[in-house]
């Protein structure tokens, strides 16, 4: 990750990254956007590797929609609540977390996660009144009038119809396809699949042993053979 343009997931906007990953090695708070490239960067060492040591001194390590995922494949996650949008939630259990699809923000100690893309403006006030009090965070809210009244209310799957369902995961589903997420996802989902298989194959290992070593006991003289 070097400083410099970066190119969102678009392929519109352009974010400009004053400082590389290198040059930032403790943070203040940390936020993992989300986006269709999710399973290309769930698989990036480097970028893992960083999250893993920038978090240990970090104050906040937070994420937005499928962010989460990006936490949760550095390890982060393992154990804990959080969430991410409604069509990462599986991916999240996956890495051992503990999806939670019914909260916007749900906190961890230091670490916090938020639901899908509009959460974020959720999540950055959480922060501002966390960091700067509840007064500042009031007056961030009022001065981008932030006062959320959409004209439907099919914002969460429990409140959405199957065709509405359906036609949001077709949308969504159109950058997915796209040959790099699409080999990310194969990749990521197949690494799992082996990490959950060896796993099992290690619990179940030492009786194994334990069976093996008791039938190749030989008979004391007082036992039947």
Avoid at 94 to 114: H, L, M, Y
Avoid at 207 to 215: C, D, F, R, Y
Wanted: charged share 20%.
């Amino acid at each position: 990750m070097k400083a410099g343009p970066i190119t969102a997931d678009s392929g519109v906007l352009v974010i400009g990254a004053t400082h590389s990953l290198t040059e930032t090695p403790t943070p203040d708070v940390i936020l993992v956007p989300g986006g269709p490239s999710t399973p290309v960067h769930a698989r990036d060492a480097k970028l893992l590797d960083w999250l893993r040591g920038a978090h240990r001194t970090a104050s906040w390590t937070t994420s937005v929609c499928s962010g989460s995922v990006i936490l949760a494949a550095a390890g982060l996650l393992k154990d804990r609540r959080a969430t991410s949008h409604w069509l990462t939630l599986p991916a999240l259990k996956a890495f051992g977390a503990i999806p939670v699809a019914d909260e916007r923000i749900v906190r961890q100690d230091n670490v916090i996660t938020s639901a899908g893309v509009s959460a974020g403006l959720d999540l950055a006030l959480w922060l501002a009144g966390e960091i700067g009090g509840e007064g500042r965070a009031k007056a961030i809210q009022l001065a981008i009038e932030y006062d959320p009244q959409p004209p439907f209310d099919s914002g969460h799957m429990s409140k959405a119809s199957v065709t509405t369902k359906a036609a949001a995961t077709a949308l969504l589903s159109k950058d997915s396809v796209k040959p790099a997420n699409l080999t990310a996802t194969t990749m990521l989902a197949w690494q799992q699949t082996l990490t959950a298989v060896r796993s099992r194959r290690r619990r179940r290992q030492p009786e194994s042993n334990i069976s093996t070593k008791l039938s190749l006991r030989k008979p004391r003289p007082h036992e039947s053979p």
